[in-house]
């Protein structure tokens, strides 16, 4: 029997009603990510996150929060330092930045800050355009994400290295388009080594939405290849590995929701995220039911990812709560930090 679905969802909006509470109950997420679309105030962010605990099993709580473009949390605390602002003031800004992610996440019950991009700084790409890398060389991204990494465990937050295999090249919007990353595997090197350097450090990976051909895998996209997820798992420290979200635009050629997380679960993800679809996990979640019944290794391969963010799960919840949480006025100064510091 599944403890829990290996899948990390998003819910409509700022609270729970019966019906969404139901579905929960029902499918047992692993996790549950949240948005823009679930913050109001860190009061009620706070209330969301003692329902969601409630829950049996209690999932973890997660949130995409690197600063700069992608600050979940902005409605509460306003903005952040981008990574490639706070890389280029120093270490001391991009821990602070990393401790400001930290405090937040720790003031409102969330255990997982999915950050940080490891992504290597290209002119051309979108990701360097958008302020999320913080710097071209993997040498240095390592460093970097590492004191980032350290600001966030200052609070008992746990971080995830994105996106494997490497969105450095990418000029596409993967929300909109699945971009193919031409090249032999050599052209990968340097993408490759820096979440090598870091993966037996932070073992949680996020593979990305791109076709890769010179690492094995000419037709499909990173985050539904065995041979890509093979090669993300067999990073130092056998990392989890997640999808990103499996709703993107990226996919949207390569299969219908329930089938597309099938196909991540069965590529051996151990969790998809399954962000903006809810009215759709209780189909998701029948598939996959119906699946494991008809086909066995199918569901010896779904019991031991289920088994991984059960196991996942409870780490998260347990390291969180072992470090006491900061009141608003704390992270207040802390995000006034971080934004001092990178301006300097």
């Known amino acids: 029997m599944i403890e829990c679905m290996p899948l990390i969802v998003g819910v409509p909006g700022p609270d729970l009603g019966p019906d969404e509470l139901r579905i929960l109950e029902d499918i047992q997420p692993a996790g549950v990510i949240l948005f823009q679309r679930n913050i109001e105030s860190a009061g009620q962010?706070?209330?969301?996150?003692?329902?969601?605990?409630?829950?049996?099993?209690?999932?973890?709580?997660?949130?995409?929060?690197?600063?700069?473009?992608?600050?979940?949390?902005?409605p509460i605390w306003g903005e952040l330092p981008s990574p490639a602002a706070a890389a280029a003031a120093g270490r001391r800004a991009v821990h602070a930045l990393g401790e400001a992610a930290g405090a937040a996440c720790r003031c409102l019950g969330i255990h997982l800050d999915l950050a940080p991009v490891v992504d290597l700084e290209r002119p051309h790409a979108l990701l360097t355009q958008q302020g999320r890398c913080f710097a071209a060389?993997?040498?240095?991204?390592?460093?970097?994400?590492?004191v980032f990494n350290q600001g966030l465990a200052t609070w008992g937050i746990r971080g995830c290295l994105k996106h494997f295999p490497g969105l450095g090249e990418v000029a596409l919007d993967t929300h909109e388009e699945l971009p193919v990353l031409d090249g032999p595997q050599s052209s990968f090197r340097q993408h490759l080594e820096a979440f090598s350097m870091l993966s037996a450090e932070i073992p949680l990976v996020m593979v990305g939405h791109v076709i890769a051909p010179g690492l094995g895998?000419?037709?499909?996209?990173?985050?539904?290849?065995?041979?890509?997820?093979?090669?993300?798992?067999?990073?130092?420290?056998?990392?989890?590995?997640?999808?990103?979200d499996i709703e993107m635009g990226a996919l949207?050629?390569?299969g219908d929701l329930p089938e597309l997380v099938e196909d991540a679960l069965a590529a051996r993800s151990h969790g998809v995220l399954v962000c903006k679809a809810f009215d759709r996990l209780p189909e998701i979640a029948a598939h996959l039911a119906e699946r494991m019944a008809t086909d066995s290794s199918l569901s010896t391969?779904?019991?031991?990812?289920?088994?991984?963010?059960?196991?996942?799960?409870?780490?998260?919840?347990?390291g969180a709560a072992a470090?006491?949480?900061?009141?608003?006025?704390?992270?207040?100064?802390?995000?006034?930090?971080?934004?001092?510091?990178?301006a300097q």
Not at 137 to 146: F, G, S, T
Not at 301 to 318: D, I, N, P
Not at 329 to 337: A, G, N, P, Y
């Open 137 to 146: 060389d993997p040498e240095r991204v390592a460093v970097l994400a590492r």
């Open 252 to 254: 949207v050629s390569c």
């Open 323 to 342: 470090i006491p949480a900061p009141d608003d006025t704390t992270v207040e100064q802390l995000w006034d930090r971080a934004r001092a510091e990178a």
């Open 217 to 244: 895998d000419t037709t499909r996209p990173a985050s539904l290849s065995p041979a890509l997820i093979r090669l993300a798992a067999q990073l130092p420290g056998s990392p989890v590995i997640l999808s990103d």
């Open 301 to 318: 391969r779904l019991l031991e990812m289920a088994a991984c963010m059960s196991t996942l799960r409870r780490e998260l919840c347990r």
């Open 45 to 74: 962010v706070r209330e969301l996150v003692s329902q969601l605990v409630e829950l049996d099993p209690r999932p973890f709580v997660a949130v995409d929060l690197e600063g700069g473009v992608v600050n979940r949390l902005r």
